[in-house]
Structures are given as C-alpha cells and as structure tokens.
C-alpha cells in the first residue's frame, strides 16, 4: 500500500478524527472532504484511550488496507492519537501500535484548560511518538529532547488550541525541532484549506521562509512515516 507519490502541491494534514472516536464524518466521507480540499495525505488519527487502543488501532490499519487503492490521488496514513493515557501507557501504547503497522503516532498534548495526566508532554516525547499535537506552552528542554528523538510539535489550526502557536515556533526552531501545521479535523468546516493553513503559519509568526521549510519538512516527514 501506499505506493503513491505525494502531491507537493497538496495539502497534508496529519491529525484528523472519525466517526470511530469524535469525529463527525465516517472515514469515506472525511476522505472525500479532504479531497475537496485539495488534500494529498491525511493521517486518520482517532482518539485511542488505554481501554480500546488495541480494538480502535487495528481498525484503521485495515480500513487503510482495505481502502487506499481506492485512491491515487490522496494517500491514507493509519494513526492514532493517545488521549488521556498516563506516561507509562503512553509508552505501552506506542510499542503496540507501532509493532501492528500504525504509522503516525500523536498524543493529545497538555493543554491549559483539560485535565491531560501531567508530564504528558514528556512521556510523548520520551516515548519517540511522531507528533505531540497541541501542547500548549513548550520548554527549551522539551525542544532540545524532541529535536534528538524526532518528534515534531505541532501547530494547531484550531482556535481552542492555536495560542500557544507563536511560542512553540520560537522554542522548537530554536532547537532545531520540527513543526508541522495540523487541523485536528472533526467535521468537514474543520479541516485544513490553503487559506487555513495560511493563515495559522501567519498568526505563529512563521517567516515565509520558515513557512517553506514547514512544508519541505513537512513532505519528508511523510515520505519517513510511510517507509516504515
Ligand atoms: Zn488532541
Ligand atoms: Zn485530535
């Protein structure tokens, strides 16, 4: 599977949710929303929880199986994003899913105002999981940890999580660590269009040049998460 050139031209959006956890859109219908959107790789990222993680894990590596060749024109990158999991199952988790075939791995970073276990920005990047996604405000010792053990932060395009964008920018470039702009997708008003991606690298202060390097980055790290 997977044998796809990616379109640089397109849009490439590594955290999105179903149906399968709180998404409003089966995977069909997410895809085809995407694919509106000028998409050319979505990750299918649903919530996985330590009671489910092994049951919700195994079935988007077979709806990606059974489905890719469906598609020549946007490839589909089986993930999960660890929600709510304390550092010992975040590293439990990481092992299993990635030895079944899961080829992205997020954790639902520490934001201010949900009660994410504490240190669970340390464990994801302990862990070597490929994205913390929306992990509000970083350290320079996290940045320093992430760039060794490749991890990208991510830049979330949506409004609850977006202001700590600016401030992840500073300290994970500082480090040499890798950003990446996602919409955490639930619906298809969600999702990621040119403008929206546009304009989040605008409101993190990303120079244009550093906005360039975003989307190089970006491609590559794809092009590494499908080798697997
Ligand atoms: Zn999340
Ligand atoms: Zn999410």
């Not at 199986?65 to 946007?74: G, M, S, T, V």
């Not at 070597?128 to 405000?137: E, G, I, K, R, T």
Request: proline share 2%; hydrophobic share 35%; charged share 20%.
């Amino acid at each position: 599977m997977n044998k796809i050139k990616i379109n640089e031209n397109g849009i490439i959006d590594l955290h999105t949710h179903s149906t399968l956890s709180d998404g409003r859109l089966s995977f069909k219908e997410l895809i085809m929303s995407a694919k509106k959107n000028c998409y050319s790789a979505i990750g299918l990222t649903d919530h996985v929880y330590y009671y489910n993680y092994k049951e919700i894990s195994q079935k988007i590596i077979e709806f990606v199986h059974e489905n890719q060749n469906k598609y020549n024109d946007i490839v589909l990158i089986p993930g999960v994003e660890i929600t709510f999991a304390t550092p010992k199952q975040i590293e439990t988790i990481t092992k299993y899913v990635r030895s079944i075939g899961t080829k992205l791995i997020l954790v639902h970073g520490e934001a201010s105002f949900e009660e994410t276990p504490a240190g669970t920005n340390d464990a994801a990047i302990d862990s070597c999981v490929d994205v913390l996604a929306h992990p509000s405000y970083i350290t320079d010792e996290q940045a320093k940890r992430a760039f060794k053990n490749n991890v990208s932060f991510e830049l979330s395009a949506r409004s609850c999580y977006c202001y700590a964008n600016p401030q992840i920018v500073e300290t994970a470039l500082k480090h040499g660590a890798n950003i990446i702009i996602n919409s955490d997708g639930h619906f298809e008003d969600t999702l990621l269009t040119k403008e929206k991606v546009l304009d989040t690298a605008q409101n993190a202060s990303l120079t244009n040049e550093q906005f360039a390097c975003l989307k190089t980055n970006t491609i590559n790290l794809v092009e590494r998460l499908l080798s697997r």
